[in-house]
């Protein structure tokens, strides 16, 4: 096992949820100097000292408004402060995802890109299409040993800078639970009991995007592969080191195979955004999803925003939560490296992570440790479910790569449409795993 992956492996315990000191988490275990963050001119800066010269463009995938807003705040702050000067280039979240390689490797690329951490990042780092930024980690004091190792490529350099991390969940409206008469569910039978129960209200029970948004399929694949099989065999499986037509992923699909019936039968037509409205809107019962649909609902319908973690399906299998850290990187391209760490470091600070917090619909957990979440009982409810976890993983593509989430995307669609045909499904699966194994 890599330091890569132990270090990946031991991000629930150190990483302490990063930035909740909120919520009252101190002491969290850092790998990195405690001295004073330096200013982000000084830590830019090139060997000569000079500060960084020329604006710097920030491609970001941030499109719903809310988040847009936030991050156009952050950038004028930047601005503000006299430590660089940035453009912000927000581009439609599904076009932004397919254009990302080719941003990378086009010959005059952005600068810096919002994206993920994890092997994501490591896979681009190894292609060396990202910029070295251990200088800036150098400023970012006391982050925590495990953020730093997620941000870390296999040669040992810094290549992401985290910004916060967030959680996946079924969530549902409380006043839609209280007036159908119904409970969170804990294990995967009442889980099922549920479904009917709306089911027979005349309400589909489980909201799905996938239209536009088929990559919203894989958290089903991700939470009933590490509840079934552990988080062992779901990192091996999404590193090529197991095959996605062995038995125990045949399993995975014999289990979802359960709630085929319980899905909205609308929501293969329209992406998560669309299914984010038709929750809210008590048309489906339920939607498990990331925090980030919020910033597509409006802010005064998160008073009534609840969720429960994915039920367990064998109380033997330590239970695991998904948590995708995001973040940004920067082009090894960039015409402007100081100009690019300098506003990185800004990102890091606590002030630009607050502002996205509070510009935006809150509810995900800062990177920096020094910085407060939003004060919550839905970030306090997330947090201590994170906390619980014996085990923490990414997501499908973060803990793989982009190029392996198409194969997902395929694959996983399919099998909703027809799962009579599991075994073709996934030896097609496989071969188009080895292919972007072997690229």
């Not at 790998?31 to 604006?55: D, E, F, Q, V, Y």
């Not at 150098?138 to 730093?148: E, I, K, N, V």
């Amino acid at each position: 096992m890599s330091d890569f992956d132990s270090g990946r492996r031991r991000f629930l315990g150190q990483m302490g949820l990063a930035g909740l000191g909120a919520l009252g988490v101190a002491g969290l275990a850092s790998g990195c100097a405690t001295s004073a963050t330096k200013p982000a001119a000084t830590a830019a800066a090139t060997s000569s000292g000079a500060a960084p010269a020329g604006p710097v463009t920030l491609q970001s995938n941030l499109s719903s408004p809310q988040a847009k807003a936030a991050m156009q705040k952050i950038v004028d702050r930047f601005n503000a402060l006299g430590k660089g000067t940035a453009t912000l280039n927000t581009v439609a979240s599904e076009t932004y995802r397919t254009q990302l390689p080719t941003y990378l490797t086009s010959a005059n690329p952005p600068d810096l890109y919002t994206w993920y951490a994890g092997s994501v990042a490591d896979n681009y780092a190894d292609k060396d299409l990202l910029l070295d930024v251990s200088d800036v980690w150098a400023s970012m004091g006391d982050y925590p040993a495990t953020l730093r190792e997620l941000s870390t490529d296999g040669e040992g350099k810094q290549i992401f800078v985290p910004m916060n991390n967030y959680w996946w969940g079924f969530f549902y409206r409380k006043s839609n639970f209280a007036k159908w008469g119904v409970q969170e569910p804990k294990t995967w039978a009442e889980f099922l009991t549920l479904c009917e129960t709306l089911k027979g209200k005349g309400i589909p029970p489980i909201g799905i995007g996938l239209g536009d948004t088929p990559w919203v399929a894989s958290i089903w694949f991700d939470y009933l592969n590490v509840r079934i099989n552990g988080a062992d065999f779901h990192r091996e499986l999404l590193a090529g080191e197991q095959r996605f037509d062995d038995p125990k992923v045949k399993a995975v699909f014999a289990k979802w195979r359960e709630v085929l019936p319980y899905f909205d039968p609308k929501g293969k037509a329209y992406p998560f955004q669309e299914a984010t409205t038709a929750l809210l809107g008590g048309k489906t019962g339920m939607f498990l999803i990331g925090t980030f649909f919020a910033d597509a609902a409006p802010k005064d319908a998160l008073g009534d925003l609840d969720f429960f973690r994915f039920p367990i399906i064998d109380p033997a299998v330590p239970i695991v939560e998904e948590a995708p850290t995001d973040g940004f990187f920067a082009s090894a391209k960039s015409a402007n490296p100081a100009g690019a760490k300098a506003l990185l470091t800004y990102l890091a600070s606590a002030e630009a992570q607050e502002l996205y917090i509070a510009s935006s619909s809150g509810i995900v957990l800062p990177a920096n440790p020094k910085a407060k979440a939003a004060d919550s009982p839905l970030v306090a409810k997330g947090k201590a479910m994170l906390d619980e976890a014996a085990d923490l993983t990414q997501f499908f593509n973060r803990d793989s790569s982009d190029a392996l989430q198409p194969t997902a995307d395929t694959a996983l669609t399919k099998f909703m449409d027809r799962p009579d045909e599991i075994d073709t499904i996934l030896s097609e699966w496989q071969t188009a795993a080895q292919k972007v194994f072997k690229g």
